[in-house]
């Protein structure tokens, strides 16, 4: 009976002296940055002050082992303990050989992933475990970013649209995305149309959050749906994605009797000497803004400079805009005469586009 006993009473001095400090730890709010891990609660539960080493190990389900963190010497006082700034900066952190081990070394955010902390406290001295426990947690990659435009279930008008999103918070260096756009066909999901179709846009190493429509891809087509997505990686590790979204391409030119083909860019028609105006001025114009109406105006280059009236109001939307000012009826223009379009971009850069007016015949 007595050997029972003293089973028992070995047991229970081996459980107080594995639990003289307790350890606080919520993975949610400081498991998501590797500063954040420093941010820990010790509890010393005896009346005197300990010299404790402290090991916190992180591993994430897929990638293993991301980090291991050593401090040595930390004094704990009776109660409640959180590490000082003076003791963080002691710490030894080895971080393992991989993707996510390096993202998180070079910027402190851990990627999205299950992940399990694991704190060890031991008697600097003796090396006696006076307290362990590990906390799991599923993170979400750093930041949730949202598409903008083309907006979701919306019909464009642009065969070529600007596609354009919120960017990650907080910004990292080095940060990419990716944009992938894909025909969805009949009775798939748009989920299953970006896995398994051929996209259209498989476009990496973009560094800002829009897209132009590449010009060497093939444009979109009339009445089909298309689905899209963007994720944002840095050093080959996803850090968040997008989600899908999708739009259809379908609506009617909102100018009639005008030909849709030939549009060149503002930017290349500049650079000529003289487009000749047959009683339209027909350019093509990015927009990366919201829309609005398009400030504009056409001045006189043979008669000293003078500001023409009575201009017709253009609308401009956002992405690639096909204009058309129609100016065959305005008595100000005169045959043959030189005129310079001046475009007032809502940043106010300006675009400037000499021209010759010629009188439809």
Not at 68 to 96: C, D, E, M, V, Y
Not at 304 to 317: F, G, N, S
Request: hydrophobic share 35%.
């Amino acid at each position: 009976m007595s050997r029972y006993i003293f089973i028992v009473f070995f047991l229970l001095i081996t459980s107080w002296a594995n639990s003289q400090v307790t350890i606080q730890f919520s993975p949610e709010i400081y498991g998501k940055t590797v500063d954040g891990l420093f941010s820990a609660r010790y509890t010393n539960g005896t009346a005197g002050t300990k010299n404790v080493d402290i090991n916190i190990s992180v591993t994430e389900q897929a990638g293993g082992a991301l980090c291991n963190i050593q401090l040595t010497a930390i004094q704990l006082l009776p109660g409640s303990n959180i590490l000082n700034a003076g003791q963080s900066r002691k710490a030894t952190i080895h971080f393992s050989n991989t993707d996510r081990a390096r993202l998180a070394k070079q910027t402190s955010y851990l990627p999205g992933g299950a992940y399990s902390y694991c704190f060890e406290v031991s008697d600097s001295k003796t090396g006696t475990v006076l307290g362990e426990n590990c906390f799991d947690a599923d993170l979400t990659a750093i930041s949730a970013f949202t598409l903008i435009s083309p907006a979701d279930q919306e019909t464009i008008c642009d065969n070529r649209p600007l596609f354009t999103w919120q960017p990650l918070v907080p910004s990292m260096p080095g940060t990419n995305y990716q944009l992938v756009l894909c025909e969805i066909k009949e009775h798939q999901t748009p989920e299953e149309a970006l896995n398994y179709n051929l996209p259209l846009i498989n476009q990496p190493a973009i560094t800002s959050p829009l897209l132009i429509y590449p010009s060497n891809m093939t444009a979109l087509e009339k009445k089909k749906k298309y689905a899209w997505q963007v994720s944002a990686y840095r050093e080959k590790v996803i850090l968040q994605r997008s989600e899908v979204w999708i739009f259809k391409y379908g609506c009617e030119d909102s100018i009639k009797g005008i030909d849709n083909n030939g549009f060149r860019d503002i930017e290349d028609l500049a650079k000529g000497n003289f487009y000749i105006a047959d009683g339209i001025i027909k350019f093509a114009l990015q927009n990366p803004y919201a829309a609005q109406i398009l400030t504009y105006h056409i001045t006189g280059l043979s008669q000293k400079d003078a500001v023409i009236k009575h201009l017709p109001t253009v609308k401009l939307r956002q992405g690639t805009n096909n204009i058309v000012i129609d100016i065959s009826e305005n008595k100000s223009f005169v045959d043959s005469d030189y005129y310079q379009l001046t475009v007032i971009m809502p940043n106010g850069e300006t675009k400037k586009l000499r021209f010759q007016y010629k009188k439809q015949l």
